[in-house]
């Protein structure tokens, strides 16, 4: 997935520009428009809800700075040297905050998403680590790393970069718990332990690489869109990854429903179930 992302970065990656995004979001009964608040170095932010930012680097590769009552949380962590920015963005918007970001919260463990854990960890100081239990074997640097197959899972090769980080997990999240503000729900098949997050204050979905957004339309991971085949190739099981996207539409209370999916590629999309429901017609062809 290095090389690969290295090749898409150096062949197709623009400068991201200043502008404003024409994305419109809903907050509360208001309709707002997705506003770019701040350029670090490389990273662009975004507000995205009342409560949350999109970190931007390279126009291709997201990370999340979600508020809450202490602290943010940052969900995902992008490539690798990204930690000065992401802390940068994270003072910007909060200049009182004694500790910048308390916790980081991977979706799974490629290195797209977890590039610049160590550097943030060093930066940080004291920061919560969260993963997957079902993840956290992928977490560790080779030759700690364990990614054998449990059974009952597809027996396929996990595939897509997976490094491995030297700072050690604190916390691993299971199916259905509430860390912080975001409810915790296994969306397995890009990677076995990938999980997606949903802030039932705002209906935001993070959604890792469940969904890609890339083209602006959702696309279950292995379906995405051919101009941008990364999370095709880095897919561990395509069939896994579609029944993750059915399960969402089942599992998420009326009361706390999907209102905005937040991808680790691709543009905030507005829209719940509706948007699930198209990503699944095109990866039932
Ligand atoms: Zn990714």
């Known amino acids: 997935m290095d090389v ?15 502008r404003e995004s024409s994305n ?13 608040v701040g350029i670090q170095s490389d990273v662009t932010t975004t507000q995205i809800s009342a409560h949350a930012w999109q970190l931007t680097r390279f126009g291709l590769v997201n ?4 508020r809450e009552t202490d602290s943010f949380t940052l969900i995902d962590t992008g490539l690798p040297k990204g930690g000065e920015a992401i802390v940068a963005a994270a003072k910007d918007l909060n200049r009182q905050a004694v500790t910048p970001i308390r916790r980081i919260l991977l979706t799974h463990a490629h290195s797209d998403h977890v590039g610049s854990v160590d550097q943030l960890a060093q930066l940080l100081g004291e920061v919560d680590l969260a993963i997957s239990r079902r993840e956290s074997p992928l977490l560790p640097r080779p030759p700690a790393q364990d990614r054998a197959l449990e059974p009952g ?18 916390h ?4 259905g718990e509430l860390f912080g503000s975001l409810r915790c729900i296994a969306t ?12 039932e204050r705002d209906g935001t979905l993070y959604a890792g690489d469940a969904l890609v957004t890339m083209g602006g339309k959702p696309h279950v991971s292995g379906w995405a869109p051919w101009f941008f085949p990364l999370p095709n190739f880095a897919t561990w099981h395509r069939p896994t990854a579609r029944q993750s996207i059915e399960r969402l539409l089942n599992v998420i209370p009326a009361e706390t429903p999907i209102r905005r999916i937040a991808p680790g590629h691709g543009k905030v999309l507005e829209g719940g179930a509706e948007l699930l429901q198209q990503a699944l017609a095109e990866a039932q062809q």
């Open 63 to 66: 990370a999340y700075l979600v």
């Open 188 to 199: 397995p098949g890009h990677t076995p332990g990938h999980f997606a997050y949903l802030d």
């Open 172 to 175: 691993l999240v299971s199916e």
């Open 24 to 36: 419109k979001i809903r907050l509360g009964r208001r309709r707002h428009r997705a506003k770019v």
């Open 4 to 18: 690969i992302v290295q090749y898409w970065l150096g062949t197709f990656a623009c400068p991201t520009l200043f």
């Open 153 to 170: 899972e597809p027996q396929c090769p996990l595939k897509g970069g997976l490094p491995g980080v030297t700072t050690t997990a604190t």
